[in-house]
């Protein structure tokens, strides 16, 4: 199952387990059963402290298989086979279950086994799904640290009765006791948000009475991480609020244009970010939403919604942007139930049906050709006269036999029957007339808007767009607040032009900052 490069590497990891691990599959005679015993043998092979057995239970999902410690009863389990993005999550939850400790601050530890009552989590995935990961090994971590916490990932590519039972078009989807409990990516954070009712509170307590930051960051992106390093590297003190680190860099599958690096995906850039980010001496406050800004006075104020306020000398601002919305009737209210917004993540929730793609530039011609592949038939709407993506891609696009291609045409009205997205109705933009296709899925792929709902009326200048207007060198309209990234007027919205802009902005902080607080001539004589 595994060649001999992959086994190397593994057994390095493996030969750090402090406990042994049981293994313990539930199959039957199918080909699945055979392929996840023929994984599972060639870990187990790999040490001495790692033994497999098979158990009879009939409740058990098969394939599945979960992981303990001889005479304990660990809440682990894989239903499916953890390949693809998920095997990142079956060797961290081996190497937890063997006693590697989790990489958590010792307050999220305690949280986690301060919850009381019984807790058991089970999330759908996709392999392809690169937002899954972050879900599953989360759960799974709760689940080792606290006995009282159970997690099984399940594959809705093998468990399709399931999937289409409760009606799942998205991933992940996470339920906790049978009900659902979320959908979409959730960190840690995130997770114990919810199940701790005290948490905010006890959040916003701690980050208020923090003292003043030299350098304030809001966003915990590419342009975040990267005006945080260059800030800590001047030896001032730094900290970053942001939702989510990563940004919308976790939303993104492939990454081939990265200078130095060939090919990365989204999900690991980001993780190596917040690495390096860490090595320094920054006050990270992830999890945490602004919700507005105030300019004036000795420090710049920023509220988080949790009600909490933190100060800064300066503040950068790199809050980037998120994917746009069609704002039409039936979009919001189907999303997760066949609208969605990432193909990589739900597209195989579409095998063999039939779906459209919202957006002629270059990610909605991607999406249309990488969902070709998958579904039963792909109707490209372009709402202009012509496809904007670049000629490689359309000519790729055209040469798909199950692809149509429809322009100007206006999406109208997203309909289902209450439970699932059933057709589309769109406008020829040429004849005016209402044309209805039938298919049971949406991805919307139609750009993104900067995040700066927040910050009107603080007085930070923004453009008709929404973007927040900057110089170059990143200063804004307000003195002492400067901006980097996505969120700005910066054309060409890419990583590594992100990256370079967060730097640029962190130094001219660093400058203000010298400029405001350097003696003045009467205080020198």
Sequence with gaps: MLDANLKSQLKSYIDKLAKPIEIVA?????????EMLALLKDIADLSDNIALREDGDANMRKPSFSLTNPGQDVGVRFAGIPMGHEFNSFVLALLQVG??????????????RGLEGEYRFETYISLSCQNCPEVVQALNTMAVINPNISHEMIDGGLFQEEVNEKQIMG?????????S????????TDILRKLDSGADK???????AKEPFDVLIVGGGPAGASAAIYSARKGIRTGIVADRFGGQVMDTMGIENFISVKATEGPKLAAQLEEHVKTYDVDIMDGQLAESLKAGGEYTEVTLKNGATVRGKTVLLATGARWRELNIPGEREYVGRGVAYCPHCDGPFFKGKPVAVIGGGNSGVEAAIDLAGIVKHVTLIEFQDELRADDVLQRKLRSLPNVDIITSAQTTEVNGDGNKVTSLTYKDRKTEELRQIDLDGVFVQIGLLPNTDWLKGSGVELTRFG????????????????????VTTVPYKQIVIAMGEGSKAALAAFDHLIRTSAPTASDAA
């Design 26 to 34: 539930s199959t039957d005679d199918g080909d699945k059963s055979r």
């Design 99 to 112: 006693g590697h400790p989790p990489k958590l601050s010792d307050e999220q530890i305690e949280q986690i």
């Design 171 to 179: 991933v992940p989807a996470a339920y906790l006791n049978g009900e």
């Design 181 to 188: 409990f979320g959908q979409g990516r959730m960190t840690i």
């Design 202 to 208: 006890r959040d916003a307590e701690k980050i208020s």
């Design 467 to 486: 973007e927040i207007e900057i110089d170059t060198h990143g200063r804004t309209s307000l003195p002492g607040v400067f901006a980097a990234g996505d």
